[in-house]
């Protein structure tokens, strides 16, 4: 395979460790802290996990460790979408237990958890992860979206493990992942099987965080490519002066990457969805934030802006959502007689039936085209897809509507020409940056720490992120720990908490301080592309998110 000068480069980068992993394995020890309690609902968690509630928070700290060279059969999963570094925590978790003992054996499952259910594997190697070390994507195993929820499933799983030997399986994924990492522990151990389980934080959206975690890995890299792009399109928009540029950004239900994006460039507009939910702003109010800045800026001269759109904000909308949810519940009850009808008039006549009034009817007057996308196949936790929801489009059009009308009351004279754009698969893959090959490679050595300590139901942990890596603090949290009980289609469950933007947090708070000067003068900031050799101030720099949650 022919590989680009920077991919040769990139090979030749040694991820920092936190100094705590750099010592020889058998001077680090995994010291336990008091039982841990879960965020909420502990009566209920402590029904479904018997064996794993409770356990206390674990800390990587120089010691002894009498248990660093045993030879070890480990299996790994890419779960969900991808995010940069994932091969590294792949290389992190090989180098440890290769570390420890030459003759132990790391196998990938193919294609997400499916792998495990289905028995799908690659033996990996020392030359296979050679040619994926700081690199981006999931493709040396490939990822899935398989939930392991069937107690055929859970019961396969255990039956793979089992044939090949495994001691333990790392699965590296986000919030559901985990949960489901979390429900595999404790499965194993009420079967009697010796086999643990780990977990990694993995996903862009950054919304798996929480007090012990402070970031998910990928979303660095990711929000700094989408900010690039930002960036490039904004000094377009400031060069031609003659475009509005509608960018929705994925991160499903959070808007972390669009507020990081915002603080990073300065647009006219980014709408952050929990803000939209807290204050139940409606569709039309939606519109009127940025029709407000078309205005402004046109009366100024500018004919021009940039407004970024979280994925999700549909969602947050409280007419959408109701919709949402009520097409959600219909789907689950009805969706194989829904999927017979074949045009798009059937399958509205079909929900007639069962959507309430309003539903149906702000269904019918959505522009078609979004109206079918949001009847899409639900994903394999029920929800809608919202990165295949063309909310760009139906916010311009929406916008260029009210924008006649003001012209018509002769409260606007602008000029609005928009484009769409959306940007979501152009960042998961790339070449992680410093802190995410760095980060990630240390939560792979990390879950190797934990599972030769002996360890089962926990998540590989890195904390102290805002500092230089050395400065890092590694561990593990009990995945309990991060848990609650939610409804999920009509039934409680336990699933990890996920977090959404914290309107009182800082991000949000210094976003909302200079929103206002954006929407209309023009301040852009053009971050230009990640920088991998150079300064450590250019190359070490972590998102504003973390900086200003972490210090
Ligand atoms: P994860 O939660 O699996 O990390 O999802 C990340 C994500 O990129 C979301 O931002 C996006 O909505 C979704 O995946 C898109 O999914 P798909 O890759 O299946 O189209």
């Not at 030997?165 to 079967?191: P, R």
């Not at 915002?262 to 009127?288: G, M, R, Y």
Request: glycine share 10%.
């Amino acid at each position: 395979m022919e590989i680009s000068i920077l991919q040769k480069a990139r090979y030749a980068y040694k991820p920092k460790l936190p100094a705590s992993l750099t010592e020889e394995l058998e001077h680090i020890a995994v010291a336990l802290g008091e039982p841990a309690e879960a965020l909420g609902d502990q009566g209920d968690l402590k029904l479904y996990f018997r064996n794993t509630y409770g356990k206390p928070l674990a800390v990587c700290e120089k010691g002894k460790n009498e248990k660093a060279g045993k030879k070890l059969r480990v299996g790994v999963i890419l779960s969900g979408g991808q995010a940069p570094g994932g091969h590294n925590v792949i290389a992190g978790l090989y180098d440890g237990l290769k570390k420890g003992n030459r003759e132990s054996a790391l196998y990938g499952f193919l294609g997400g958890p499916s792998g495990l259910i289905e028995n799908k594997t690659l033996r990996i190697t020392g030359d296979s992860i050679d040619a994926y070390r700081n690199t981006g994507g999931f493709d040396i195993i490939s990822s899935g979206r398989t939930k392991i929820e069937t107690p055929e499933h859970f019961a396969a799983s255990l039956e793979t493990a089992k044939k090949l030997g495994l001691n333990a399986v790392v699965i590296i994924g986000g919030d559901d992942s985990n949960t489901n990492a979390a429900l595999l522990a404790e499965y194993f151990i009420e079967q009697g099987a010796d086999i643990q389980v780990i977990g990694c934080p993995k996903t862009i959206d950054g919304d798996l965080k929480n007090e012990h975690i402070e970031t998910s890995f990928g979303f660095d890299t990711a929000v700094k490519t989408y900010s690039e792009l930002i960036g490039n399109i904004a000094r377009d928009a400031n060069s031609a002066k003659k475009y509005w540029h509608f960018i929705k950004l994925m991160g499903r239900a959070a808007s972390h990457i669009a507020l990081e994006a915002a603080l990073q460039t300065h647009p006219n507009v980014c709408l952050i969805s929990e803000e939209v939910e807290h204050k139940k702003q409606s569709l039309a109010a939606v519109v009127e934030t940025i029709v407000s800045s078309v205005v402004k800026r046109a009366a100024r001269g500018d004919n021009f802006g940039v407004a970024l759109i979280p994925e999700g904000v549909v969602e947050f909308i409280p007419e959408m959502k109701k919709l949402i949810e009520e097409l959600n519940d219909t789907m689950a009850v009805y969706g194989t007689e829904f999927a017979k009808k074949d045009s798009f008039i059937d399958r509205l006549y079909f929900l007639d039936r069962y959507l309430s009034e309003q539903s149906y009817t702000l269904l019918k007057n959505l522009p078609a085209d979004i109206a079918e996308q949001l009847l899409l196949d639900r994903d394999p936790h029920g929800n809608v897809q919202v990165s295949r929801i063309d909310t760009e489009k139906l916010l311009i059009s929406m916008v260029g509507k009210r924008l006649e009308q003001l012209e018509v009351e002769g409260k606007y004279a602008g000029r609005f020409g928009a484009y769409g754009h959306f940007f979501g698969y152009e960042g998961r893959c790339a070449a992680p940056s410093n802190f995410d090959a760095d980060y990630c490679y240390s939560l792979g050595y990390t879950a190797f720490i934990l599972i030769a300590a002996g360890l089962t139901g926990y998540i590989s942990c890195v904390k102290n992120l805002a500092a230089p890596a050395q400065e890092w603090v590694a561990g593990g949290v009990p995945l309990t720990m991060m848990m609650n009980m939610e409804q999920r289609h009509g039934v409680k469950k336990p699933v990890i908490k996920k977090a959404l933007v914290d309107l009182n947090g800082k991000p949000f708070k210094a976003f909302a301080a200079e929103r206002e000067t954006w929407a209309v003068k023009t301040c852009y900031v053009y971050p230009g592309a990640i920088q991998y050799f150079g300064p450590s101030d250019v190359c070490e720099q972590t998102t504003i998110t973390l900086r200003l949650e972490r210090t």
